[in-house]
């Protein structure tokens, strides 16, 4: 069981640059969502997708693009690396509004330099 | 807007001894209420979630909350902690529409003494 996977696990980005963090999930889930962890700041919420083609802003979202062309495919996409995008990003999904079980990858720690 | 104040950062606890990691939470309505655990360098891991019914709440790990409407509150208990516990702790609100989005507190840190 797969369930929720980032990659990359590790990089460092020079200012200016971009990437896209990739994530994929093999359960079906319809939602899925990008947080950020910054020490002692606890998870924001970036963006979120109720379903393939549908995207919405969260909470921290400037600075970051997404797309959701798959109901298994959710790549934050990083424009313009700034050092205060230093952080563990972390992807999630789960089936609905219901409350359901919300679903974690193991995290991918950005460095920008 | 839904928010969650955990206001204890760190926590030390011997080992055997019993645990209460607080939390707090503002919505204007029933939420749904969350404890997630993350060990050094995972993921979150769910270990129990509130949804409506019966307040006192049983999840993995021998863990326990209780939800509170009265004091807005949804603290995690264990009877006994073992070394395997150390590990944060945060405590997490859902809305029950918009998509579903988590708010988290900031995190309780919990260090276990041998």
């Known amino acids: 069981n797969a369930g929720v996977t980032q990659t990359p696990k590790f990089h460092i980005l020079k200012i200016g640059q971009s990437m896209t963090l990739q994530c994929t999930q093999d359960m079906n889930h319809n939602y899925m969502y990008w947080y950020r962890q910054d020490p002692g700041m606890g998870l924001k919420l970036i963006y979120y997708s109720v379903g393939a083609g549908i995207t919405d802003k969260g909470e921290v979202p400037n600075g970051y693009n997404v797309s959701r062309s798959t109901t298994e495919d959710f790549p934050l996409r990083l424009e313009l690396a700034a050092p205060s995008q230093t952080s563990v990003y972390f992807c999630?999904?789960?089936?609905?509004?219901?409350?359901?079980?919300?679903?974690f990858g193991e995290g991918s720690w950005l460095t920008v330099v | 807007a839904q928010s969650v104040t955990q206001p204890d950062i760190h926590i030390t606890v011997s080992e055997g001894a019993s645990l209460e990691l607080r939390c707090n939470y503002s919505y204007g309505a029933t939420p749904y209420l969350f404890w997630y655990v993350q060990s050094p360098g995972q993921g979150l891991q769910l270990l129990l979630k509130?949804?409506?019914?019966?307040?006192l709440v049983q999840g993995i790990k021998g863990f326990e909350a209780e939800f509170k409407r009265s004091q807005s509150s949804f603290n995690l208990r264990k009877p006994s902690v073992h070394w395997s516990d150390a590990a944060e702790y945060f405590c997490a609100v859902a809305g029950t529409g918009g998509g579903n989005k988590l708010t988290f507190g900031t995190g309780t840190q919990l260090k276990v003494e041998l």
């Open positions: 509130y949804f409506s019914g019966d307040t």
């Open positions: 999630a999904s789960t089936w609905d509004s219901s409350g359901n079980t919300i679903y």
